[in-house]
């Protein structure tokens, strides 16, 4: 299977890994919408490549959203690849579970795809089909200590995901799910505790298009070690699995 270049848009676009993406799908013919709250940051992606455009776009807005909907498919004719990379992301001090913190993480990680969804999707079905897909994590595959808000939100996503798959495949959308580990971003430099298997934004970029572009698997998960290793950790019975997760903890 190979996706032919067509109109991607990419809500996070503005940075990190959606910036990286953006480009590359430019560079590899694409016509490319880009969305994000921060106007500059769109600006600096786009700066160079004609045929990316910005589109200024908060998720925790759903009339904004319909509206960008609308306007993109308007002015670029249709919307043939959507990928959903916004994120929050904040370390937790252990036993933390406080509401405004979840609040903020799960209305931007979660809601903000849910939002999306109706108003694109009708889109997509009034063009005949496209290819929603969606940034979770490996942080998804189980609970991590200090990642309680984004760990579960990217563990909904995975969840609703693989629902979202076998619904609209009668509709001719097929639903993606791209998994990665850690990846210098905005995001990971925030992180106080070792990561391993650090990837760069270019190669990451590079996995996400030729997964998207050059076959129709739901999940594209990299890199394989920390995918496997995660997986592994998940199958683990519970009380091997907790000893593990409170190794976890931060020392004393």
Do not use: C
């Amino acid at each position: 299977m190979s996706l032919q270049p067509g109109v991607a848009w990419i809500i996070g676009g503005g940075s990190g890994i959606g910036a990286a993406v953006a480009q590359l799908l430019a560079k590899r013919g694409w016509t490319v919408a880009i969305s994000g709250r921060r106007e500059d940051k769109l600006a600096a992606v786009a700066q160079g490549h004609p045929t990316i455009s910005g589109y200024p776009l908060d998720v925790t807005d759903g009339e904004a959203i319909a509206a960008t909907v609308q306007k993109i498919a308007a002015e670029l004719g249709r919307i043939d690849l959507f990928i959903f990379g916004a994120a929050a992301w904040q370390p937790m001090d252990v036993g933390d579970y406080d509401y405004d913190k979840f609040a903020k993480i799960v209305d931007t990680n979660y809601l903000g795809v849910l939002r999306v969804a109706n108003p694109l999707l009708a889109q997509m079905d009034r063009q005949g089909g496209g290819h929603f897909s969606v940034i979770a994590s490996v942080a998804g595959y189980f609970g991590l200590p200090r990642s309680a808000a984004y760990s579960s939100t990217k563990a909904g996503l995975i969840n609703l995901l693989e629902t979202m798959r076998t619904e609209l495949a009668p509709r001719n959308i097929t639903v993606r799910m791209i998994v990665p580990g850690f990846v210098k971003s905005e995001l990971t430099d925030k992180n106080d505790f070792p990561m391993p298997f650090l990837m760069e934004t270019a190669d990451a970029a590079v996995r996400i298009v030729d997964g998207l572009t050059q076959s129709d698997r739901f999940e594209i998960a990299f890199p394989k070690r920390m995918v496997w290793l995660m997986k592994t950790v998940r199958w683990l019975p519970y009380p091997v699995f907790f000893w593990l997760t409170s190794k976890m903890l931060p020392k004393d």
